[in-house]
């Protein structure tokens, strides 16, 4: 099992998604990164989905496909029992997609173990684990459930800049508020109009979809 850590925040924790989407977006098939976007501004799944526009990678993105590539020959040697786990299969970069959910994601890491499988991210960023990022994790949680019939109950963030890995649970209530953000962004995107933006000014900075932000310039 893995060490005791941090829950994820209930409802009401990160965005405030507000459920009922329209029949119409209800199907509306989501990247688990779509979660991780709509909680760092409501505007960017909708610029995927509702206008799709062309956007450059940025510095970050870049960046992060180079280290995935570089972590991943690192991990193959390294032992599992620094995520507190026993010996396993380590399966990398796993295609998982449910038609059921309509979701899909390339998740970076799972591991399977005798006491079960664990979804495992890899993220960039310095700091502590952000609440978007365990909610992708969870959104990879529900996925892994859905296409390979099993149970999860906890998954890891790896924080590549500082080495650390953090246990994330699978709680009843992280599972809800993650069904919750899929509905809002289904149904942001079936709205007319854009979303209002995020509340961080700051996240514009690096952000590829600024030049269509005229409010964010
Ligand atoms: S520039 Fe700012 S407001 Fe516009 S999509 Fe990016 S983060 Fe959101």
Redesign the pocket.
């Known amino acids: 099992m893995p060490p005791a850590g941090p829950g994820v925040g209930g409802p009401g924790a990160g965005a405030d998604p507000e459920p009922g989407a329209s029949a119409a977006a209800s199907r509306l098939h989501l990247r688990a990164a779509d979660i991780k976007q709509y909680m760092?501004?409501?505007?960017?799944p909708?610029?995927t989905y509702a206008l799709p526009l062309p956007h450059r990678s940025s510095r970050k993105m870049e960046y992060g496909l180079e280290e995935h590539f570089r972590l991943e020959r690192l991990e193959k040697r390294r032992r599992l029992s620094r995520y507190g786990l026993e010996e396993g299969e380590r399966r990398f970069r796993v295609a998982l997609d449910s038609p059921r959910l309509a979701l899909s994601g390339v998740l970076d890491l799972l591991i399977t173990t005798r006491l079960g499988r664990f979804p495992v991210e890899f993220k960039f960023s310095a700091g502590g684990p952000r609440l978007n990022h365990k909610y992708q994790l969870v959104a990879y949680a529900l996925l892994v459930e859905d296409c390979l019939g099993c149970a999860v109950r906890a998954g890891f963030i790896y924080l590549v800049p500082s080495q650390q890995i953090h246990p994330v649970w699978i709680t009843a209530e992280a599972r809800e508020f993650c069904h919750r953000v899929m509905a809002a962004i289904r149904d942001s995107v079936a709205r007319p109009g854009l979303p209002e933006?995020?509340r961080?000014?700051a996240?514009?900075r690096d952000?590829?979809?600024?030049?269509?932000?005229g409010?964010?310039l």
């Not at 760092?40 to 960017?44: A, D, G, L, N």
């Not at 952000?207 to 932000?213: A, Q």
């Open positions: 760092y501004c409501p505007r960017i909708y610029y933006p995020t961080h000014r996240r514009c952000c590829e979809y600024r030049r269509f932000c409010d964010r």
